[in-house]
């Protein structure tokens, strides 16, 4: 059974900056980032479970070719997937954590 997927406003937010930076350096640069973005989300739904805890039962998966993290969790109650964040990779993970406050 596939799992239903949210994206948090900030993680939607997340992913228009990246477009955005990626789009000024390379024209189209950006699209193949939103589309890679997208691409990883939705496999997600088939078996998230497959990467292991990073921290507060967040996972995190690597959007293909491009150095940002997508941070997840599960809900198994309801059978969600919850995007809290897409960070590059270099970036401290706490971030999301202060926007929740």
Known sequence: MDFKILISKDA???????KKWYE???????????????TQIDNLKN??????????????VQVKK???LIHY??????HTINIMAIFHASRNPK???????
């Open 95 to 101: 971030i999301w954590k202060e926007r929740r406050k």
């Open 66 to 68: 491009f150095p940002f």
């Open 12 to 18: 939607l937010s997340d992913i228009q900056s990246a």
């Open 24 to 38: 000024s350096k390379s024209i189209g640069l950006g699209k193949r980032f939103e589309k890679q973005t997208a």
């Open 73 to 78: 969790f599960i809900d198994e109650n309801i």
């Open 47 to 60: 078996n998230p479970y497959i990467l292991e805890i990073r921290y507060n039962n967040v996972r995190c």
